[in-house]
């Protein structure tokens, strides 16, 4: 298979941003978004405190601005950009603003109408200061279209769904080794990293030399991110001082760069047999996915997704234990548009990408959540993580490894 999005279906979305500025009588979209970049180009780069610029005019030359280190990088990733435009570094003798009023000069697009997604003309990132660039070109008007490409990455084509699918397969891999490397006396960290190198190494030897990770430092990121044991009731906690221990629940989570897209899987462990308390909070959580799941059918709207799970866990009683949303888009970056939240009503639609992932969390005690990467299809869903959901297949050994 192909590892990485076609150089023709990105000149694809090129010419679906300039239809869209021709609708809009824009002359032109001045990018600061990284990943936006990315998804109109295939090109890929660590954003700094160094201003950096994607320009596609209505009909001209797709130029990228930055600093002088990624030029040679440019070429390597991409043939869609056509010039790249370099000052030496920030914040240099001479403002990187100073030099992309420059170079929007000499690329005549003083005096016109330019779509942007940041009018400050730079991401405001480590520190980053510096003049608006509005005020550089004084001529020139500046049109917010931070909505053009999140709105054309909403539905994915088939090439992103495929992509999206691999990834969700090497998700399993990665899950099943963070369960069978578990055991009672290790740091989750221990479990992270063997897991995350077992799983990416796998997966090279597979794939191929063709293969690399486009967005990503590793093929895989397997992590407990200290979820364990109390610390499973943080949703979004990073790291814990303490070992694994039997009696605790683990939340272990994979995604998995393919072509620069990602699948988010998770799943909720017990160390050793669960407790009554236990299983009465995961099979609620259960219930309240497969609520979810039942839910998904193109036009349903996304607050359907959340109002199923949430009144399950009504019905249980649990409801002040839950903490967020069912779940939210994904593809690009772990976290996207559409959001599974009962404040939005906007509907599903066939090739809709998101995640499944109803919790419930009791502080000092635990948390409990599955996560599955779900593809909205014609007739309803299609379930991308197939990894075991009941308890009794998620209970990791006790014995001190």
């Given at each position: 298979m192909e590892f990485a999005i076609s150089q023709a279906e990105y000149k694809q979305r090129v010419e679906r941003v300039r239809k869209a500025l021709a609708k809009r009588k824009l002359d032109a979209l001045y990018l600061t978004n990284g990943t936006s970049m990315f998804y109109l180009t295939g090109y890929s780069f660590i954003s700094t405190e160094r201003?950096?610029?994607?320009?596609?005019?209505?009909?001209?030359?797709?130029?990228?601005?930055?600093?002088?280190?990624?030029?040679?990088?440019?070429?390597?990733e991409t043939t869609i950009i056509q010039d790249v435009k370099t000052y030496t570094d920030y914040p240099g003798e001479k403002h990187p603003i100073e030099h992309f009023a420059q170079?929007?000069?000499?690329?005549?697009?003083?005096?016109?109408?330019?779509?942007?997604?940041?009018?400050?003309?730079?991401?405001?990132?480590?520190?980053?200061?510096?003049?608006?660039l509005t005020k550089k070109l004084k001529g020139t008007k500046f049109v917010d279209t931070s909505d053009l490409i999140w709105s054309m990455r909403l539905i994915k084509s088939p090439a992103e769904i495929t992509l999206i699918k691999e990834s969700s397969n090497w998700?399993?891999?990665?899950?099943?080794?963070?369960?069978?490397?578990?055991?009672?006396?290790?740091?989750?960290?221990?479990?992270?990293?063997?897991a995350t190198t077992e799983a990416s190494t796998t997966m090279k030897k597979a794939l191929g030399p063709d293969y690399i990770p486009k967005r990503s430092i590793y093929p895989v990121s397997a992590a407990f991110r200290g979820q364990i044991g109390e610390m499973s009731a943080i949703p979004h906690a990073i790291a814990t001082k303490h070992m694994i221990k039997k009696g605790d629940v683990i939340i272990a989570e994979a995604g998995v760069d393919i072509g620069g897209y990602t699948c988010e899987l998770e799943r909720t462990m017990i160390v050793g047999k669960p407790t009554q308390k236990q299983r009465k909070y995961f099979d609620a959580m259960v219930k309240a996915q497969d609520a979810a799941f039942n839910a998904f059918k193109p036009g349903a709207k996304c607050s359907d997704i959340d109002r199923a799970s949430i009144n399950v866990f009504?019905?249980?009683?649990?409801?002040?234990?839950?903490?967020?949303?069912?779940?939210?888009?994904?593809?690009?970056?772990?976290?996207?548009p559409p959001w599974l939240d009962i404040g939005n009503h906007e509907p599903l639609r066939p090739g809709m990408t998101v995640s499944c992932e109803p919790g419930?969390?009791?502080?000092?005690?635990?948390?409990?959540?599955?996560?599955?990467?779900?593809?909205?299809?014609?007739?309803?869903?299609?379930?991308?993580?197939?990894?075991?959901?009941n308890i009794d297949e998620l209970i990791t050994p006790t014995a001190t490894h």
């Open positions: 201003p950096a610029a994607l320009v596609i005019p209505l009909d001209g030359t797709i130029t990228f601005l930055g600093p002088l280190l990624e030029k040679e990088h440019v070429p390597l170079f929007l000069a000499e690329m005549e697009l003083t005096n016109k109408l330019i779509g942007t997604d940041s009018k400050a003309g730079a991401l405001s990132l480590w520190g980053y200061k510096g003049p608006p998700a399993n891999l990665a899950v099943t080794l963070m369960q069978e490397h578990t055991h009672e006396g290790m740091w989750d960290v221990e479990v992270e990293l063997t009504k019905k249980a009683g649990l409801v002040s234990l839950v903490r967020h949303h069912t779940g939210h888009g994904l593809g690009l970056e772990g976290h996207e419930i969390y009791e502080s000092g005690y635990a948390g409990f959540r599955h996560s599955d990467t779900i593809l909205v299809t014609e007739n309803g869903m299609e379930r991308l993580t197939r990894y075991p959901r």
